[in-house]
């Protein structure tokens, strides 16, 4: 069967903002939402591990639980910004996946609540000081959950430009011709190392955020504490680097077709593509220089970096959505019907909400250098 037969049809109102505005705020939005989903999906988990290794362990688990309620209200909030535009431009294809995996691309909403309860749970826990066994359940639960759920997203997005596979899919999970909504694109030879290359990228991420967080808000902490820090991220970095390149290689040289690997290697491709898969050595040479003692204009350079970081690997991603979608969708020809009230509203609350974010993080610095409360 000719899977373009399962293609969403074309939509009658047009696409309401310019290709380029779209794809603009769909990559913009991604990098935005990487960098907080980087830190639960790897920090979670890690930040329970932590727990029982030592003073300074078990204080970087605490400083990161604390935090992750915060972190994670950000972090959904800024998915909803590429999911809106995938949903406006890619619509032939993201509404198809989705259908054909309906019932575990729900159960995402359904893991969820309790993942962030979980955490939130946890770090309510902490305020006491110490944490019972019931709060330690829910960390973990929060932090397995959180992996459950990125594999899931790995799924939906690697299987929207897995047409191939659409009808084997659809018939193998229909009933009478309607999809059940129980496919998963664990056939695809790509959904592997694209989640763990994504995992890999979460563990720099959070040796980034770790040296951050040292630097600019953990005034209160010790001195040793802050060295601890120093040497811990450079080892978490060279493990997440390590793993990134392991897994990547895997992905470019093991599941690509010749013809992707040409396009991505050949022409003006080949410098995006370098620097995407060379883009951690600059963060990991920067953490190296404050392997002793972190600083904060090195933190905030090591911060920045990381950012290009993810920005380097969402553009990448497109590019290669785009290039895996050329043949079944054509983005260029659909018609053009600019909407300007939604996308001035958008534009709008956009820029607000990052003036607001930006006005919390210097709040946040502020009030990290006030003196301890007196106890009692
Ligand atoms: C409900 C809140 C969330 C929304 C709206 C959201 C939205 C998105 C969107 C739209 C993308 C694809 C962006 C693109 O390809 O341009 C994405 C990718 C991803 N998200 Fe989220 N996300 C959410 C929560 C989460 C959670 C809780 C996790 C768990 C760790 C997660 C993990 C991932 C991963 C691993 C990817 C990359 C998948 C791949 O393409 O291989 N997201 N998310």
């Known amino acids: 069967m000719d899977p373009t037969r399962l293609l969403g049809p074309d939509s009658p109102l047009g696409l309401p903002s310019p290709y380029w505005f779209t794809v603009f705020f769909k990559v913009l939005g991604f990098t935005l939402h990487t960098i907080p989903m980087n830190l639960w999906f790897a920090g979670v988990l890690l930040a329970m591990l932590l727990r029982g290794r030592g003073e300074h362990a078990r204080t970087c688990s605490n400083r990161l639980m604390n935090q992750m309620p915060i972190i994670i209200a950000l972090g959904i909030n800024f998915g909803i910004v590429p999911l809106l535009f995938i ?45 019972a066994p019931i709060h330690r359940t829910a960390g973990w639960i929060g932090a397995l959950l959180f992996i459950a759920i990125s594999f899931l997203f790995a799924n939906g997005f690697s299987l929207m430009t897995n047409l191939a596979a659409w009808p084997a899919l659809w018939q193998k999970t229909s009933v009478a011709g309607a999809p059940m909504g129980i496919a998963l694109n664990v056939a695809d030879p790509t959904l592997w190392p694209r989640w763990l290359m994504m995992f890999g990228l979460a563990l720099t991420t959070t040796a980034v955020y770790l040296v951050v967080d040292a630097a600019f808000f953990a005034v209160r902490e010790s001195d040793a504490y802050r ?7 450079l080892r978490l970095y060279t493990v997440g680097a390590a793993w990134f390149a392991l897994t990547g290689t895997w992905y470019t040289f093991g599941t690509w077709p010749a013809e992707l690997r040409q396009m991505m290697f050949g022409g003006s491709l080949a410098a995006l593509t370098a620097l995407t898969a060379l883009g951690p050595g600059l963060p990991w040479l920067l953490i190296l220089a404050q392997s002793r003692k972190v600083k904060r204009p090195l933190a905030l350079a090591t911060a920045l970096a990381q950012v290009g970081v993810m920005a380097l690997n969402a553009i990448s991603r497109q590019v290669l959505q785009n290039a895996e979608l ?13 909407q300007w009230s939604p ?4 534009l709008i609350t956009f820029v607000a909400g990052l003036g607001v974010i930006g006005w919390m993080i210097v709040k946040a610095v502020a009030a990290a250098r006030q003196p301890a409360p007196a106890k009692g």
């Open 343 to 346: 996308l001035v509203v958008f």
């Open 227 to 233: 060295r601890w820090v120093s040497g811990f991220a």
């Open 87 to 131: 949903q406006v431009a890619y619509y032939k294809v993201f509404f198809p996946a989705t259908i054909l995996m309906a019932w575990p691309w729900f159960s995402i909403i359904l893991m969820l609540i309790p993942a962030y309860y979980g955490v939130y749970f946890y770090a309510i826990g902490l305020r006491g000081g110490r944490t």
């Open 326 to 338: 050329r043949r079944y969708i054509n983005l260029a020809a659909e018609q053009v019907n600019v």
